[in-house]
């Protein structure tokens, strides 16, 4: 298959802005070969608002990462099939249908996380005072390459393919699925409805941000408090222990399988886990040697450590 776009969970746009190459290949076509490879007539105009469309895109090649220990990094940009995300300090992959919890280790050397448009965390900061983090968000479904919420986009899903269709949209005249949320245009209304369903904006809110109708009975999140939440007769509910640090120094060479297993198993603390126990921090000290910080309840006795 190849590689494949991506979509903001906020705005549902692609992590870039027009391939270039589709641009000039455009170009370079007769309006009779243009007509038959989008089978409808071309306006006129077809070539010179699909450039237009393009400048009115470059928004999108600035991107944040919101990694699963809850850094929030800007100023990346994909650089590798629509999944990798690199600055001049990092790289992160975009979690989804083939970067996964089970990609998500500590020992893993990249990050992981999810992609937004960095307007569009500008635009969450702006209105409803969250500086988003992954530990804000659902739980990530996995079913499609396109689609990691369960959540309806609108009518932007329809250009969603292996590459989006901006052609397409010029065709459909819909240029304003492309706007940037800081526009504040026609297209802001589906994005308020977007982020309606993937966070709760209540300031006296002091669990979770996302609703519990994402999650399993029994899966354990920290609120925006910082407590423990559990998912008990659907809903969250905070677990009223106190919460402890324990600091490892490991080399994954001289511990058990049993042990390195159920470390690399610890989600970090942005993600769910079904026990008490989050990694907080996890830095690599030197070749196979980790430092490793976790959070846990008080009760709760970590196997193998």
């Not at 990609?103 to 307007?119: A, M, Q, R, V």
């Not at 989006?164 to 308020?192: A, G, H, M, R, W």
Request: glycine fraction near 2%; proline fraction near 3%.
């Amino acid at each position: 298959m190849g590689c494949w776009d991506v979509f903001c969970i906020i705005c549902g746009n692609p992590c870039h802005s027009m391939n270039k190459y589709l641009i000039e290949d455009i170009v370079d076509m007769n309006d009779l070969s243009l007509k038959k490879k989008y089978n409808r007539s071309i306006k006129p105009t077809f070539i010179k608002d699909l450039k237009e469309l393009d400048k009115k895109t470059q928004w999108m090649n600035k991107c944040t990462m919101l990694l699963t220990n809850n850094e929030i990094i800007h100023d990346v940009k994909e650089v590798s099939c629509n999944v990798t995300f690199c600055n001049k300090k990092m790289c992160a992959e975009h979690m989804g249908k083939q970067i996964d919890l089970s990609n998500c280790s500590f020992t893993n050397e990249i990050k992981c996380g999810i992609f937004i448009h960095t307007d569009c965390w500008k635009y969450i900061k702006k209105t409803l005072k969250i500086e988003l983090k992954f530990s804000d968000l659902p739980k990530i479904e996995n079913k499609s390459y396109q689609k990691i919420f369960n959540i309806n986009y609108g009518n932007i899903e329809k250009y969603w393919e292996q590459d989006f269709k901006f052609e397409e949209i010029v065709f459909d005249v819909k240029q304003y699925l492309c706007s940037s949320p800081l526009k504040n245009d026609k297209n802001i209304t589906q994005i308020k409805k977007n982020l309606k369903l993937l966070i709760k904006n209540d300031p006296d809110r002091v669990g979770p941000l996302c609703s519990a109708t994402f999650y399993n009975k029994g899966d354990i999140k920290v609120g925006k408090n910082n407590k423990f939440w559990i998912i008990t007769n659907n809903r969250w509910q905070q677990i009223n222990e106190n919460i402890i640090k324990m600091k490892l120094n490991i080399n994954i060479t001289k511990i058990s399988k049993k042990q390195l297993n159920y470390l690399e198993k610890i989600p970090f603390i942005g993600q769910h886990n079904i026990n008490p126990i989050f990694i907080l921090s996890a830095k690599q000290i030197k070749k196979n040697n980790y430092h490793i910080e976790l959070v846990l309840t008080e009760s709760y006795k970590p196997l193998h450590i």
